[in-house]
């Protein structure tokens, strides 16, 4: 790739990245699905620990499920006034089902040699031990008497809350590129956190065991919708240089 090809996409990255903001206020204009599909096809490529996407994104279109979904949004305006909404929900059981589903792929697969598909079993193996055995609620104190201990040990996959923070945390990935994709697209988005997540899981119905990540409303900016100028810290206090 030569430097030209990167120049013209980091153009483009950037001004998609520039565009999205977290919009509150969307336009009644309804977003072409095409559009939004070209969108989560993107998303699906994001990167996840041993490649095992540990999530689903569910888009909702239908008027009345996303009437009712606003509603568990604590009714905030950016979901009530959204065109499609998709809810990044997670789990460590999507996350075995991919394993499992990745070492079928691995397995059949013609051009891999015999060295690479060793390697991958073994990787699979380990993963489906974590997130198997290794999500069982007994390792809970542990990990909380370890991260009490070693605060660095927060974030270990282990135990019912570990293993559910690790598929989250995989999952911010794909969330993020729907929201950079969508802003390519010249559509807005606005991620949300504030719902109730016991209602949200009952509308979806989701298993038990799953999370949910994010919620994201989408559609056009309104004519009025407010945006603010941008704040962040400054770059020399976010980023750390070591040298
Ligand atoms: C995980 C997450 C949760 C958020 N939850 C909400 C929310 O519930 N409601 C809302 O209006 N904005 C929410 N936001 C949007 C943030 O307020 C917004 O991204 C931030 O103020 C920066 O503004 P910008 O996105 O326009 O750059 C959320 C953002 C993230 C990443």
Aim: with cysteine; hydrophobic share 45%.
């Amino acid at each position: 790739m030569n430097s030209q090809h990167h120049s013209t996409g980091w153009d483009a990255f950037q001004s998609a990245s520039r565009f999205r903001r977290a919009i509150r206020k969307f336009d009644p204009a309804p977003i072409p699905e095409a559009d939004l599909r070209a969108v989560l096809a993107e998303a699906a490529l994001a990167p996840s620990s041993g490649n095992l996407q540990p999530y689903e994104l569910h888009w909702v279109r239908d008027p009345a499920l996303k009437a009712a979904i606003a509603q568990a949004c604590n009714g905030q305006n950016a979901a009530a006034s959204a065109q499609d909404l998709i809810i990044v929900v997670a789990s460590p059981a999507l996350g075995r089902l991919t394993a499992k589903a990745q070492l079928a792929h691995v397995e059949s697969a013609a051009n891999l040699g015999e060295s690479t598909k060793a390697h991958y079993r073994k990787q699979t193996g380990l993963f489906q031990r974590i997130l198997g055995i290794g999500s069982s609620a007994l390792w809970s104190p542990l990990v909380f008497l370890a991260a009490l201990l070693n605060p660095g040990l927060s974030l270990l996959p282990l135990g019912h809350v570990g293993s559910r923070n690790w598929a989250a945390r995989n999952a911010v990935y794909a969330a993020q590129s729907i929201l950079l994709g969508a802003a390519a697209k010249g559509i807005d988005s606005c991620p949300m956190e504030g719902f109730s997540a016991t209602k949200l899981a009952r509308l979806l119905g989701l298993p038990r065991g799953s999370v949910i990540v994010v919620v994201i409303a989408l559609g056009y900016r309104a004519d009025d919708a407010r945006i603010e100028d941008r704040w962040r810290r400054p770059l020399d206090e976010i980023v750390v240089l070591h040298r």
